[in-house]
């Protein structure tokens, strides 16, 4: 396998608070990785800087063989199109149709014709098992029913990587294993780049194999997930029992 993603000594402060501090690791071509760290680790920062959507103070990023902190805007844009990302709030846009937010990329930055787009959005659809949707809006869905169409948008275009952030933040304990069900499919149906982010062990693990651990802006850990429980660290201790209180709780609702 080839490396896809790649962080060398990723560093960011804003004004006095440093935020990333020497962050190193590397993501394989067709993985499921794993970012976990708790509320304020910097984790939304570090996706950012993934995506080119914020420049390290120092370090370099790589994404596809493409070092990106020193790209212009014009040739970002097109290495941004290789990611197709989930928001932890869904962001989808309320007064559009299911059908259109799944299919807005393509009615805006492709060539096919009205009777492709609509194929490939069925397509999508299908693969997130929310046939028939197509005409409802966001309103009319439930909180998973939204995330499944924000994962249905993102991989319409069929990108190398795909993130998600918090999938599972803000849904019922049955949405969950939904989503995560539907996630492990696609990333081997589709044989494609996983990297989710969050602060929720459990969901985590189900998905990936290997992570990285950050905490206060640093990477504690970065291995495999049977390896991390081992880790003789106070800091990775009281969050793996945070995570297995948090799951304890959301079983017995």
């Known amino acids: 396998m080839s490396t896809i993603i790649k962080l060398e000594k990723v560093s960011k402060s804003f004004g006095e608070k440093k935020i990333l501090k020497d962050i190193n690791f590397s993501v394989e071509e067709g993985q499921a990785f794993l970012i976990l760290g708790k509320s304020g680790a910097g984790k939304t920062v570090l ?4 995506i080119g959507l914020i420049k390290p103070d120092k370090g370099k990023i790589y994404v596809d063989g493409a070092e990106i902190t020193s790209l212009s ?4 844009d097109k290495i941004r199109l290789k990611f197709g990302i989930v928001f932890q709030s869904s962001a989808l846009f309320d007064f559009l149709t299911v059908k259109e937010n799944v299919g807005f990329a393509l009615y805006h930055h492709s060539d096919l014709t009205e009777a492709q787009i609509e194929k490939e959005i069925s397509h999508a659809l299908k693969m997130v098992d929310l046939e028939g949707t197509q005409n409802l809006y966001p309103y009319q869905l439930s909180g998973g029913m939204k995330k499944r169409v924000a994962i249905a948008r993102a991989i319409i275009y069929r990108p190398k990587i795909i993130i998600y952030d918090e999938p599972t933040t803000g ?3 049955v949405s969950v294993d939904k989503i995560v069900s539907i996630i492990r499919d696609l990333h081997e149906r589709l044989s494609i780049t996983t990297l989710i982010v969050t602060h929720d062990l459990a969901v985590g693990f189900k998905i990936a194999d290997r992570c990285v651990f950050i905490s206060e802006g640093r990477i504690l850990f970065e291995g495999k997930k049977e390896n991390f429980y081992r880790l003789d660290d106070e800091r990775v201790k009281k969050f793996i029992h945070a995570g297995l209180f948090e799951f304890r709780n959301k079983e017995e609702k």
């Open 47 to 50: 996706l950012k800087h993934i």
């Open 73 to 76: 805007r014009e040739r970002l």
């Open 171 to 173: 849904i019922d304990p």
